[in-house]
C-alpha cells in the first residue's frame, strides 16, 4: 500500500505562486511514478503533470506549460509541484496520485493510489 499526503495549497492572488508537495509512504518511493491532477466544481478530474520514477521524465498540460513544474526528491519519498502566474482558472482541489508504471500517465483511472487532496483558490 502506498499513502499519499498533499500539502500546500491556499488562497493567493492571480500572478502569484505556490508549491505543492506530495509526500509517500508505504513503498519504496524510487518505483513509483507521480501524476497530478486537479477537479473543479462540477468538473471532471483532469490531468496537470507527471513525473516518471527517476525524475527524468515530465509530462504536462498544454495550459500549465512555462508555469507549473513538476519535481521529485526520492531521498525525502517527496514530489513537488511548483505552480507559477497564478490565474483563477487554476482554481481546484489538487490531488498527487501513484502508481508503478514507467512514465507518467495522463489517465486518471489507471493511477492506484492516490492523496486526499488540497485545495488551490486563486482570486482575481
Known amino acids: 500500500q502506498v499513502q499519499l499526503v498533499e500539502s500546500g495549497g491556499g488562497l493567493v492572488q492571480t500572478g502569484n505562486s505556490l508549491r505543492l508537495s506530495c509526500a509517500a509512504s508505504?513503498?519504496?518511493?524510487?518505483?513509483?511514478?507521480v501524476g497530478w491532477f486537479r477537479q473543479a466544481p462540477g468538473k471532471e478530474r483532469d490531468f496537470v503533470a507527471g513525473?516518471?520514477?527517476?525524475?527524468?521524465?515530465?509530462l504536462y498540460v498544454d495550459s500549465v506549460k512555462g508555469r507549473f513544474t513538476i519535481s521529485r526528491d526520492n531521498a525525502k519519498n517527496t514530489v513537488y509541484l511548483q505552480m507559477n502566474s497564478l490565474k483563477p482558472e487554476d482554481t481546484a482541489v489538487y490531488y498527487c496520485?501513484?502508481?508503478?508504471?514507467?512514465?507518467?500517465?495522463?489517465?486518471?483511472?489507471?493511477?492506484?493510489?492516490w492523496g486526499q487532496g488540497t485545495q488551490v483558490t486563486i482570486s482575481s
Open positions: 513525473i516518471s520514477r527517476s525524475g527524468d521524465d515530465t
Open positions: 508505504g513503498r519504496t518511493f524510487s518505483s513509483l511514478t
Open positions: 496520485a501513484a502508481d508503478d508504471f514507467g512514465l507518467p500517465r495522463r489517465i486518471s483511472a489507471v493511477y492506484d493510489y
